[in-house]
């Protein structure tokens, strides 16, 4: 794929929903995430249905990839999905709790940061499944900084159960 269209840092923002219509708040979410200015989504992932991660009892998550071509710093892009978070009615809640959408920037280049509030690459990845397997649909050959290529991270396609489902 080619970047010509806009030129900026590739990043790959994480997305999840389990309520109110999942798959349309995904939806909604990548809509919103094109209107950053100075970036563009260049790429989406499958839709996958995903067993909720954590102690609470909820419902199954719908989750996806986006990368995307950005000129915003890290802190910058995170700002504008915090506030795309709160456009689309995410409200605080319990930590791995039930949310209307959820967004995390997962890798942004081949740069690290550890910022208050900001930690990039998203220290999550290896651990989750409904990261790895649209984030290997996307970009099977990346390379994520202090993990090592993505291909090389295994992935356990039964547990927690998840599918693709679009």
């Known amino acids: 794929m080619t970047w010509k269209w806009c030129a900026g840092t590739r990043a790959f923002v994480g997305l999840g929903s389990n309520l109110d219509e999942p798959a349309r708040q995904i939806e909604a979410a990548i809509g919103r995430l094109q209107r950053i200015p100075g970036t563009r989504v260049g790429a989406r992932s499958s839709l996958y249905r995903s067993a909720p991660f954590g102690p609470i009892a909820q419902p199954d998550y719908v989750n996806a990839v986006v990368m995307l071509r950005t000129r915003r710093t890290p802190r910058e892009l995170l700002e504008q999905m915090q506030t795309i978070e709160r456009e ?75 599918e693709r489902i679009a």
Do not use: M, Y
Request: aromatic share 4%.
């Open 88 to 162: 689309l009615g995410r409200t605080a809640g319990e930590r791995w709790g039930p949310r209307r959408i959820d967004l995390d920037l997962l890798v942004f280049g081949d740069e690290t940061v550890e910022e208050d509030g900001l930690k990039v690459p998203h220290p999550g990845i290896a651990e989750r499944n409904f990261v790895l397997l649209p984030l290997s649909e996307l970009a099977p050959d990346l390379s994520i900084p202090g993990l090592g290529r993505l291909a090389g991270i295994p992935v356990n396609h039964t547990e927690p159960r998840i």
